[in-house]
């Protein structure tokens, strides 16, 4: 485990090396993102998959997620409890300190944290999980207006904090998702979200996805649109810049959607890691979206 930790440390820190200087990545937002990177890699070295209590009774059969049945529904995902809290807590003490508008916004939901439970401007971790596992638009509008200068700040917390958690249940049901197979369905297999980037690997090109939400990285078909299945090579382009070697975005004409993917084949010197890939890649959300294509979910940071 301790080795596993010292490479997954070294990745990281290779990854972020790599991408400063970027000019469409400023240097506060990098920090932003390695700071908190680093206290979720902490975070997963000390959970267990003892932490949480699966819900067994609640996941599918095997023979409805075959057909497509997202393995465990958000609805079911069960909550990291004390250690999700104290990852909420060191993500939220780190902002209170950049000295920023954010460090604003951050501690006024310090403050919401010490109000009594119960009341309307009251905050607590566990609902925060429970809103974004529920896609809850009302409570993160209502924190929206309390924060007008940092309006994604809760999202950012909810997703940011459970990501450790995510990694431990990804490891708990590693035999129940089929790693090994390819997923056919345009969706996470195991919470049924979309997905955020994927990457080209090996001789072969095998084509993998990172979902949006809970951070699985499972095997896609090659070729084809996520979203709505398209094959037809007509109605499916490519879209590349110069600036981004390694990068490209993969376009649908008939759902008019797009995907981000990775490959580094060529380029045995460059590091990826999903949720950085996506930062690093912004330019081609921009190209994209500029050419009329949508982006199926937020940005790994919930921005």
């Known amino acids: 485990m301790k080795s596993q930790h010292a490479r997954e440390h070294r990745l990281l820190e290779d990854k972020l090396a790599s991408?400063?200087?970027?000019?469409?990545?400023?240097?506060?937002?990098?920090?932003?993102?390695?700071q908190t990177s680093r206290i979720q890699l902490r975070a997963c070295a000390v959970m267990t998959t003892a932490s949480f209590a699966l819900p067994k009774d609640r996941m599918a059969s095997e023979q409805t997620h075959r057909q497509g049945a997202a393995l465990l529904p958000l609805e079911h995902i069960p909550l990291p409890g004390r250690r999700g809290a104290l990852v909420f807590r060191k993500i939220l003490d780190m902002l209170r300190l950049r000295g920023d508008s954010?460090?604003?916004s951050a501690e006024e939901i310090h403050r919401a944290l010490s109000r009594k439970a119960g009341t309307e401007s009251?905050?607590?971790?566990?609902?925060?999980?429970?809103?974004?596992?529920r896609n809850d638009a009302a409570f993160f509008g209502f924190w929206a207006k309390r924060l007008p200068d940092a309006p994604a700040l809760p999202r950012f917390l909810a997703l940011s904090s459970l990501a450790p958690s995510f990694a431990r249940l990804h490891a708990?049901?590693?035999?129940?998702?089929?790693?090994?197979?390819?997923?056919?369905?345009?969706?996470?297999?195991?919470c049924g979200s979309p997905p955020l980037i994927g990457?080209?690997?090996?001789?072969?090109?095998s084509r993998y996805h990172s979902c949006s939400?809970?951070?699985?990285?499972?095997?896609?078909?090659?070729?084809?649109?996520?979203?709505?299945?398209?094959?037809?090579?007509?109605r499916l382009g490519v879209f590349s810049a110069d600036t981004q070697p390694g990068y490209a975005a993969h376009v649908c004409r008939t759902c008019k959607s797009y995907i981000k993917l990775a490959d580094f084949r060529e380029y045995?010197?460059?590091?990826?890691?999903?949720?950085?890939?996506?930062?690093?890649?912004?330019?081609?959300?921009?190209?994209?979206?500029?050419?009329?294509?949508a982006r199926r979910s937020s940005s790994a940071w919930g921005f």
Do not use: N
């Not at 708990?172 to 195991?190: K, Q």
């Not at 990457?199 to 090109?205: A, D, E, N, S, V």
């Open 102 to 104: 954010l460090s604003v």
């Open 213 to 234: 939400l809970c951070r699985l990285e499972y095997r896609a078909p090659r070729l084809g649109c996520p979203f709505c299945g398209e094959h037809g090579s007509d």
């Open 122 to 133: 009251s905050l607590r971790p566990a609902q925060a999980f429970t809103a974004l596992l």
């Open 19 to 34: 991408m400063r200087g970027r000019e469409w990545i400023p240097d506060e937002l990098l920090d932003l993102v390695a």
């Open 268 to 293: 045995t010197d460059r590091t990826s890691l999903p949720v950085l890939d996506d930062l690093e890649s912004l330019p081609l959300d921009m190209l994209a979206q500029q050419e009329g294509f």
């Open 172 to 190: 708990a049901l590693a035999d129940r998702l089929h790693m090994h197979e390819i997923w056919p369905h345009g969706h996470c297999p195991l």
């Open 199 to 205: 990457r080209l690997t090996g001789k072969k090109g």
